[in-house]
């Protein structure tokens, strides 16, 4: 398998893309630069997102290596025992041989759907007030949870074998959406940028897969009781459709594995509870249906196009580096200064993992070790660990924050 290396070309162009908060960051914060002759540039053009005619590329940020902080990550359970028996879906052949999704380990009805291009999208998730219910989660193969500059979280929500006929709020893209594509070969689908996530996403290895919104597919609500960036939905289709020759069956680097029996090495896990630090979210486990159902905020989180409560078949809970990157700022004051640095979420290399499938718990690892792998996962031994077939919601969390997962047996 060909690992290609990363590319990341960061920029000395600081500029706002809107930031909904001005709380501090939850990464570690370096001085903020002044910017007072730049020009904000604006999510909701998108050609505020366009790569500028000259510009000076400069080293990325270093990788900063995890603090020794003992609190901030669980503590281990006994490493689970599976059998390499009991993980019936691992390899490419395994998958196209019964015509299964990779992301999902689920049988497809019409194998057709996978020669598609797998179709990522920015959804927004604060103010709740103006974006829930969000419509199409529960249609989403895999939905990523990440924390922002302004400590809210935002989804990136993974479309591929089953398209919602809407999706939305769409909002901004992050430095995380930098990799996520790449992780999928999937396309991207986004309001706007900052300027410095925007040259790097127009300077990336899927740049021509890149949606912008003067693409058909995109469309406002006109609803005026919201704010305007609130506003944007898509009918995911006609993204697809507007790739032309790019939407074509993805080539992925490497495959989870899936496995319809639990592990032997659990431990019980009924209720998961998520601290965030601007909102709690916990997922709820109801064995008729073998589901985890989302509540937010204490209120259950529901899919605007269906009405149905958020669910998922796993809960993935990886702990990455999250670091402040000093050349790109999210949001601007008044007088130039930058108060808001882009937060750059390290989803390489490998770190402790926490997998919540069948109403179990397990601890181990998750590991990309090249830029079009996926996120994969392994106990102490080396074994890989399998999700339960089915949808996943991948919920990163900062190896900054202090037991910030509670887990109810």
């Given at each position: 398998m060909n690992k290609l290396p990363f590319l990341i070309i960061a920029l000395f162009l600081l500029v706002a893309c809107g930031g909904e908060a001005t709380q501090v960051a939850p990464a570690p914060t370096t001085a903020a630069p002044t910017l007072a002759a730049t020009a904000a540039?604006?999510?909701?053009?998108?050609?505020?997102?366009?790569?500028?005619?000259?510009?000076?590329?400069?080293?990325?940020?270093?990788t900063m290596p995890p603090p020794a902080i003992a609190t901030a990550i669980p503590?281990?359970?006994a490493a689970p025992t599976a059998e390499v028996s009991q993980v019936v879906?691992?390899?490419?052949?395994?998958?196209?041989?019964?015509?299964?999704?990779?992301?999902?380990?689920e049988v497809v009805a019409d194998p057709t759907v996978l020669q598609r291009r797998p179709l990522a999208v920015k959804i927004s998730n604060a103010p709740a007030s103006y974006v829930r219910p969000q419509s199409g989660l529960n249609a989403a193969d895999i939905v990523f949870e990440h924390i922002t500059e302004a400590v809210v979280t935002r989804f990136t929500a993974l479309f591929y074998s089953e398209f919602p006929e809407t999706v939305g709020p769409i909002r901004s893209a992050r430095l995380v959406d930098v990799e996520l594509p790449a992780m999928y070969d999937a396309a991207l689908s986004y309001s706007g940028t900052s300027a410095g996530v925007g040259n790097r996403l127009f300077q990336s290895d899927f740049a021509s897969r890149v949606i912008s919104t003067g693409a058909p597919g995109y469309y406002r609500t006109g609803d005026t009781s919201k704010p305007y960036e609130h506003?944007?939905?898509?009918?995911?289709?006609?993204l697809l459709n507007a790739l032309g020759e790019q939407n074509r069956a993805p080539q992925f680097g490497s495959y989870m594995a899936f496995s319809s029996e639990a592990p032997a090495g659990g431990t019980a896990a009924s209720t998961i509870s998520i601290d965030f630090r601007s909102e709690t979210v916990e997922w709820r486990y109801d064995p008729e249906t073998n589901l985890y159902y989302r509540w937010a905020a204490g209120v259950p989180h529901n899919d605007g196009e269906t009405n149905e409560q958020v669910f998922a078949?796993?809960?993935?809970?990886?702990?990455?580096?999250?670091?402040n990157d000093p050349t790109i700022c999210e949001q601007i004051a008044a007088d130039g200064t930058c108060q808001l640095l882009s937060v750059q979420v390290q989803l390489w290399g490998q770190g402790q993992v926490i997998i919540f499938r069948d109403g179990q718990r397990y601890d181990g690892i998750w590991k990309r070790e090249g830029r079009n792998d996926m996120l994969t996962f392994y106990d102490a031994a080396g074994n890989s660990l399998p999700l339960q077939i089915g949808n996943t919601w991948v919920e990163i969390m900062s190896i900054y924050y202090d037991n910030p997962v509670v887990v109810t047996p």
């Amino acid at each position: 398998m060909n690992k290609l290396p990363f590319l990341i070309i960061a920029l000395f162009l600081l500029v706002a893309c809107g930031g909904e908060a001005t709380q501090v960051a939850p990464a570690p914060t370096t001085a903020a630069p002044t910017l007072a002759a730049t020009a904000a540039v604006s999510e909701n053009q998108p050609e505020a997102t366009a790569v500028p005619a000259t510009f000076t590329p400069v080293a990325p940020p270093p990788t900063m290596p995890p603090p020794a902080i003992a609190t901030a990550i669980p503590t281990a359970t006994a490493a689970p025992t599976a059998e390499v028996s009991q993980v019936v879906l691992q390899t490419a052949a395994q998958f196209a041989a019964e015509n299964r999704n990779p992301l999902t380990g689920e049988v497809v009805a019409d194998p057709t759907v996978l020669q598609r291009r797998p179709l990522a999208v920015k959804i927004s998730n604060a103010p709740a007030s103006y974006v829930r219910p969000q419509s199409g989660l529960n249609a989403a193969d895999i939905v990523f949870e990440h924390i922002t500059e302004a400590v809210v979280t935002r989804f990136t929500a993974l479309f591929y074998s089953e398209f919602p006929e809407t999706v939305g709020p769409i909002r901004s893209a992050r430095l995380v959406d930098v990799e996520l594509p790449a992780m999928y070969d999937a396309a991207l689908s986004y309001s706007g940028t900052s300027a410095g996530v925007g040259n790097r996403l127009f300077q990336s290895d899927f740049a021509s897969r890149v949606i912008s919104t003067g693409a058909p597919g995109y469309y406002r609500t006109g609803d005026t009781s919201k704010p305007y960036e609130h506003t944007l939905y898509a009918y995911p289709e006609r993204l697809l459709n507007a790739l032309g020759e790019q939407n074509r069956a993805p080539q992925f680097g490497s495959y989870m594995a899936f496995s319809s029996e639990a592990p032997a090495g659990g431990t019980a896990a009924s209720t998961i509870s998520i601290d965030f630090r601007s909102e709690t979210v916990e997922w709820r486990y109801d064995p008729e249906t073998n589901l985890y159902y989302r509540w937010a905020a204490g209120v259950p989180h529901n899919d605007g196009e269906t009405n149905e409560q958020v669910f998922a078949r796993n809960i993935v809970i990886p702990f990455a580096n999250h670091v402040n990157d000093p050349t790109i700022c999210e949001q601007i004051a008044a007088d130039g200064t930058c108060q808001l640095l882009s937060v750059q979420v390290q989803l390489w290399g490998q770190g402790q993992v926490i997998i919540f499938r069948d109403g179990q718990r397990y601890d181990g690892i998750w590991k990309r070790e090249g830029r079009n792998d996926m996120l994969t996962f392994y106990d102490a031994a080396g074994n890989s660990l399998p999700l339960q077939i089915g949808n996943t919601w991948v919920e990163i969390m900062s190896i900054y924050y202090d037991n910030p997962v509670v887990v109810t047996p």
